[in-house]
């Protein structure tokens, strides 16, 4: 029995180890500090000398075409965007998706401190005594840019203004615009951030000429402060794509593309061949179009209809990317369209019966599919496409 002694008591002790560790190591937690920039908020903002407020109306009563001008755009839907509520209730979705849409401690409810053994699933979070839900609601608002240091920032200064006023047009540059517009990590296996907006501005032609704001906030000519004599300013609706985020808005829209299309003739004989295309260019977008968020698309659709406007035959395009989301986030295709790129669509018919036809172009910018947007639940009145060329044909076959 003696022999059995050590090997028994070393057992044992394992058995002890392991209980030990079952019962009192399962809560041993390592808390990691917020490394990468996306993963924390902007510090909390005082309200500056000289202000009653921080919301976008009170900013409003003095500048008033400005914030005319931000009602209209969709920086003010950053947080009420459907789509982006819907993602924030899956349980896929990680708490530093807000820092873009809601960028202010102010307008974030908690306090995100560090992760919980690095998962970015468990962040450690304590309530926000300074919280402002109204601020919340206006997503991408004024102080978003123009607070920092609880002071006002602006491209000139003023010492004539109410309120101080510091310049500082190294931080209102395009790298404000790109802190959110170039966010592309992928964060879990299942959950890829793709908007390269950024890069694929840096890769093309406009870079170095021209950036963000010369498209996105272009010179305007207007009062800064109501009663004031008009000076040269920028525009605060960051006209971009133009799909509104409810079918009540009605948001400016830049022009990225343009069309040509090639001839048509208005008569053919019966077993002709009709021949059509249209060109698509990237004239104007300094980055890839579509960009930023890929479930964005582009479609051509070319149609010929007979005489009783019924379809005869069709010819479909789609500009854009195509994912895999599960088991792993990973990019199947993208054929979006570079700076100065052009796609060309075709369509050919063999026209074999006399008669009247129409041929129908339409081109569309897409927000996202139908299917997706059944899955998120996101209802009748979001928007997911507008039309941006439509052009219809007659034809006659003789």
């Known amino acids: 029995m003696e022999k059995y002694r050590i090997p028994l008591i070393s057992f044992f002790i394992l058995i002890l180890a392991i209980v030990y560790m079952e019962m009192f190591l399962e809560d041993y937690k390592v808390i990691v500090s917020l490394s990468k920039s996306w993963e924390k908020a902007l510090p909390h903002q005082e309200i500056p000398q000289g202000?009653?407020?921080?919301?976008?109306?009170?900013?409003?009563?003095?500048?008033?075409?400005?914030?005319?001008?931000?009602?209209?755009?969709?920086?003010?839907?950053?947080?009420?965007?459907?789509?982006?509520?819907?993602?924030?209730?899956?349980?896929?979705?990680?708490?530093?998706?807000?820092?873009?849409?809601?960028?202010?401690?102010?307008?974030?409810?908690?306090?995100?401190?560090?992760?919980?053994?690095?998962?970015?699933?468990?962040?450690?979070?304590?309530?926000?005594?300074?919280?402002?839900?109204?601020?919340?609601?206006?997503?991408?608002?004024?102080?978003?840019?123009?607070?920092?240091?609880?002071?006002?920032?602006?491209?000139?200064?003023?010492?004539?203004?109410?309120?101080?006023?510091?310049?500082?047009?190294?931080?209102?540059?395009?790298?404000?615009?790109?802190?959110?517009?170039?966010?592309?990590?992928?964060?879990?296996?299942?959950?890829?951030?793709?908007?390269?907006?950024?890069?694929?501005?840096k890769a093309g032609p406009f870079f170095g000429k021209k950036n963000c704001i010369s498209c996105h906030m272009p010179e305007t000519h207007r009062s800064i402060v109501a009663g004031m004599p008009p000076r040269k300013s920028r525009f605060h609706s960051f006209p971009a794509s133009g799909i509104p985020k409810l079918d009540t808005l009605k948001p400016e829209r830049l022009e990225s593309l343009s069309f040509k299309a090639s001839q048509l003739k208005k008569t053919y004989r019966e077993s002709d061949s009709l021949q059509f295309s249209l060109s698509l260019t990237n004239d104007f977008a300094g980055h890839k179009v579509p960009s930023g968020n890929p479930e964005r698309f582009i479609m051509v659709v070319m149609t010929i209809y007979d005489k009783n406007n019924l379809p005869i035959h069709t010819v479909t395009g789609r500009i854009g990317e195509h994912w895999e989301w599960h088991p792993e986030a990973k990019k199947i295709s993208d054929n979006n369209l570079d700076p100065g790129e052009t796609r060309t669509f075709k369509l050919q018919y063999l026209m074999a019966d006399a008669g009247k036809y129409k041929l129908k172009v339409k081109v569309s910018k897409h927000r996202l599919t139908p299917e997706s947007a059944a899955y998120n639940k996101l209802g009748n009145n979001y928007p997911l496409f507008i039309d941006v060329y439509e052009k219809v044909y007659d034809i006659q076959v003789l």
């Open 51 to 201: 202000l009653f407020s921080l919301q976008a109306k009170s900013c409003g009563t003095c500048h008033v075409q400005h914030y005319q001008e931000w009602q209209k755009s969709t920086h003010a839907q950053a947080w009420k965007d459907l789509q982006f509520q819907a993602e924030l209730k899956k349980e896929s979705s990680p708490f530093m998706c807000i820092n873009c849409h809601i960028p202010l401690q102010n307008q974030q409810e908690y306090i995100i401190t560090g992760l919980e053994n690095g998962d970015i699933y468990k962040p450690v979070k304590t309530l926000n005594p300074k919280f402002d839900p109204q601020l919340q609601q206006e997503g991408i608002t004024c102080v978003s840019c123009h607070v920092r240091n609880n002071v006002i920032i602006g491209p000139k200064g003023s010492l004539l203004a109410p309120h101080a006023v510091i310049k500082d047009t190294i931080h209102l540059s395009e790298n404000l615009c790109i802190s959110c517009h170039n966010a592309n990590a992928v964060v879990t296996p299942t959950l890829a951030c793709s908007f390269e907006t950024g890069d694929e501005w």
